[in-house]
């Protein structure tokens, strides 16, 4: 199962963006059980985790995102969303999405999401 992300574009500092990653083929069951994540990839740099989401409802981000990036999920339409607010040009990078569930652990292609000064 290959995840598609979209929702990215350019913004200037200050701005706001949601990237979607719709999970049509993954069974109900199976998605609202997922541990599901965001990662991102700046230019030079590793892949890092940018915010995390467990079947139970608990959150996890990184620190440089706290405050300003809600990781949220609808059961309903089987899509992982990240809002991003007040982004910082350090928030530019190829954003990923990440679903690990009973079924096996998918990746989105990602999404480019540059952000000025």
């Known amino acids: 199962v290959q995840l598609q992300a979209s929702g990215g574009g350019s913004v200037q500092a200050g701005g706001s963006l949601k990237l979607s990653c719709p999970a049509s083929r993954i069974i109900t069951s199976v998605f609202v059980k997922s541990r599901m994540a965001w990662y991102r990839q700046a230019p030079g740099k590793q892949r890092e985790l940018v915010a995390e989401l467990v079947s139970g409802g608990s959150t996890t981000y990184q620190n440089t995102v706290k405050g300003r990036f809600t990781i949220s999920r609808d059961n309903a339409k089987k899509t992982l969303y990240l809002q991003m607010n007040r982004l910082e040009p350090e928030d530019t990078g190829i954003y990923y999405c990440?679903?690990?569930?009973?079924?096996?652990?998918?990746w989105g292609r990602g999404t480019l999401v540059t952000v000025s000064s």
């Open positions: 990440n679903i690990n569930g009973q079924s096996g652990d998918y």
